[in-house]
């Protein structure tokens, strides 16, 4: 089957870490960007960022709101993609998705089911 | 940032109307821009991208138009499965931005 699935989220305090992971099956996860995005209860999606494929070096793109907090990582010998938070605010609390692009331009069009992180002391 | 409103933010409809939701961004984005629809603690679902192109499996009464700065989502006939929030997303330049989203709900 053809799916995503994210886990790693929890409660958290300000100020603390935590690594959000992404497991693909069924289909080649190595040729696909990926994405990164959130959504904050009663609110609209969030893009969080995206790191390439291998054939486009893996780099990375981030939304200045995480910029410099969050790392985006692959392990395509795992089929995995990882979301590192570290420095985390009241702000980041919010439902995380990842997100298969098939074509970089034309949207996400497999998501997993999401995994809630709450920040709160 | 390229910012995308949205228009209405909310709309009554009934089933089987001709519904339509406009988004416009803040500087032109060629034809790079995708809609979703979501449901209550669903992840969102991609219905059409580049614009006007239906994603595969999305039922042909989802339509999409438009290019550099004017967007339209359109529901030929709306159908009870279509009662969600509907979102654009463009695609042109980092970071990738939403609009704010119309919540669709049944008259």
């Known amino acids: 089957e053809v799916q995503l699935v994210e886990s790693g989220g929890g409660l958290v305090q300000p100020g603390g870490s935590l690594r959000l992971s992404c497991a693909a099956s069924?289909?080649?996860?190595?040729?696909?960007?990926m994405d990164w995005f959130r959504q904050a209860p009663g609110r609209g999606p969030e893009w969080v960022g995206r790191?390439?494929?291998?054939?486009?070096?893996?780099?990375?793109e981030y939304a200045a709101s995480v910029k410099g907090r969050f790392t985006i990582s692959r392990d395509d010998s795992k089929n995995s993609l990882y979301l590192q938070m570290n420095s985390l605010k009241t702000d980041d609390t919010a439902v995380y998705y990842c997100?298969?692009?098939?074509?970089?331009?034309?949207?996400?069009?497999?998501w997993g089911q999401g995994t809630l992180v709450t920040v709160s002391s | 940032d390229i910012q995308l409103t949205q228009s209405p933010s909310f709309l009554s409809a009934s089933v089987g109307d001709r519904v339509t939701i406009t988004c416009r961004a803040s500087?032109?984005?060629?034809?790079?821009l995708a809609w979703y629809q979501q449901k209550p603690g669903r992840a969102p679902k991609l219905l059409i991208y580049t614009a006007s192109t239906l994603q595969s499996g999305v039922p042909s009464r989802f339509s999409g138009s438009g290019s550099g700065t004017e967007f339209t989502l359109t529901i030929s006939s709306l159908q009870p499965e279509d009662f969600a929030t509907y979102y654009c997303q463009q695609l042109n330049s980092y970071p990738r931005t939403f609009g704010g989203g119309t919540k669709v709900e049944i008259k």
């Open positions: 069924g289909f080649t996860f190595s040729d696909h960007y």
């Open positions: 790191i390439r494929n291998k054939a486009n070096s893996a780099t990375t």
């Open positions: 997100a298969r692009k098939t074509i970089p331009t034309h949207g996400s069009d497999l």
């Open positions: 500087q032109g984005i060629s034809s790079s």
